[in-house]
């Protein structure tokens, strides 16, 4: 079992920045992939950024040159630094993790993110 807690959520002016945090707990021999999604209220959940195990990143068109997505191997940690926020960045900002041997994806509960104008 893999438990994902988000942390690092709250109100921001556009413009502002955030730094959010994926700490993942737990047996597992390895995590492959994290990743980072959002879903804005009315919307479908859509991905932010992923990061493999030796941190290959792939971004949204949305957020490529504000965001930037990065993991601590031995904490077992995913990061998403959050810049040039925008109104349209508010959602809900959940992790993911794919583990070696296990077909299950875990999911974290998810963080608020508000970008006011």
């Known amino acids: 079992q893999v438990q994902l807690v988000e942390s690092g959520g709250g109100v921001v002016q556009a413009g502002g920045s955030l730094r959010l945090s994926c700490a993942a707990t737990?047996?597992?021999?390895?995590?492959?992939?994290m990743g980072w999604y959002r879903q804005a209220p009315g919307k479908q959940r859509e991905l932010v950024a992923t990061v493999t195990s030796d941190g290959s990143t792939i971004y949204a068109d949305s957020v490529k040159g504000r965001f930037t997505a990065s993991r601590d191997n031995v904490k077992n940690t995913l990061y998403l630094q959050m810049n040039s926020l925008k109104p349209e960045d508010t959602a809900v900002y959940s992790c993911n993790a794919k583990v070696s041997f296990v077909t299950r994806i875990y999911w974290g509960q998810g963080t608020q993110v508000t970008v006011s104008s």
């Open positions: 737990g047996t597992f021999s390895r995590i492959n992939v």
